[in-house]
């Protein structure tokens, strides 16, 4: 399984505090694209997490669907004072203004907020990865269809 990105988790903050992620049942999540164009489908059953994003499925990696519902469970925790400052954020279009170079897209991020609370901001997603890095999880992609908004 390859590593998750970083930006991923700058994503997956975004879901939680734009109330994107929906508890269907005990197993099953819906989470909200963030240009509200489809729900992804994340289903948790033990250590195993599937869901139908691109990253997932195609690159084998946890996409930040998964990483939501994680910390939707509680499973990851981090200071929560940082949350405000992804209100709204649209990583689709960011992410393909700078061609999916995440990095960019986190620099862009980061270059309109203030440097001590940029500090705080990475050293929280540092400490989200670390957590994630450390739980016992395996992730797969799954076939479920995609549920468009539009």
Request: charged letters at 25%.
């Amino acid at each position: 399984m390859k590593r998750t990105k970083e930006a991923k988790i700058y994503e997956a903050l975004s879901a939680i505090i734009d109330k994107r992620v929906v508890e269907i049942d005990k197993n099953t999540y819906h989470v909200l694209s963030s240009d509200h164009s489809k729900y992804y489908t994340v289903i948790n059953e033990g250590d195993l997490y599937t869901s139908n994003d691109n990253a997932t499925y195609w690159q084998h990696y946890a996409g930040y669907p998964i990483i939501a519902v994680m910390i939707f469970q509680g499973k990851l925790s981090f200071d929560t004072s940082i949350l405000p400052y992804f209100i709204g954020v649209p990583w689709h279009d960011v992410n393909e203004k700078n061609k999916r170079d995440y990095q960019k897209s986190i620099d862009e991020f980061l270059s309109a907020i203030d440097k001590v609370v940029c500090d705080k901001i990475i050293k929280e997603i540092n400490y989200i990865i670390e957590q994630f890095e450390s739980l016992p999880y395996e992730v797969k992609g799954n076939r479920i269809k995609l549920i468009s908004t539009r």
